[in-house]
């Protein structure tokens, strides 16, 4: 998987899922068992691996979700700390909208995904974002006002 690390700061090539069940008045969102940061499903590229790929096959091994149309909305080049870390990451958000009971995703409060090792995830309603923490700090306006056509953003959550 593509991470690039110093004592430093750390670079992250990274796809993942605006995921919206089908009345799109929720989202899942997910974090790492041990922090409280939360982020979207996905995870890193793999090197030769072209995003469209990569997020069908994070989808897939995170959730199960196969064959869905997703559709890429942000290129974000986005600059923030996370454990007194440094981040650079370059994200592909892709969108799709899912009948979360297809999959066995229609569940209340936090869930393991299908790796069951430190990933929780969690649907959220959309109107309750302001209640969690999310790196990068834009990403609670990128999932609620996802764009008609491709946009490209950079993020600087390093500025104090």
């Known amino acids: 998987m593509l991470t690039i690390r110093n004592e ?3 670079f992250i090539y990274r796809v993942a899922g605006i995921i919206y069940n089908k009345a799109k008045d929720k989202v899942l969102i997910h974090r790492a068992i041990w922090q409280d940061t939360w982020i979207l499903p996905g995870g890193r590229m793999s090197m030769g691996e072209n995003t469209l790929d990569g997020i069908k096959r994070e ?25 007194n870390q440094k981040h650079h990451e370059l994200g592909f958000f892709y969108e799709l909208i899912i009948d979360e009971k297809k999959y066995d995703l229609n569940k209340e409060g936090e869930f393991l995904g299908l790796e069951e090792d430190d990933q929780i ?40």
């Open 8 to 10: 430093k700061e750390r």
């Open 59 to 83: 989808l897939k091994e995170e959730l199960g979700i196969i064959n869905e149309k997703v559709e890429l909305k942000y290129i974000a080049e986005s600059f923030f700390y996370l454990n």
């Open 121 to 160: 995830f969690k649907w959220v309603l959309i109107s309750d974002l302001d209640n969690y923490v999310f790196r990068p700090k834009k990403l609670k306006e990128m999932i609620k006002e996802v764009p008609e056509k491709l946009n490209h953003l950079i993020i600087n959550d390093t500025i104090v």
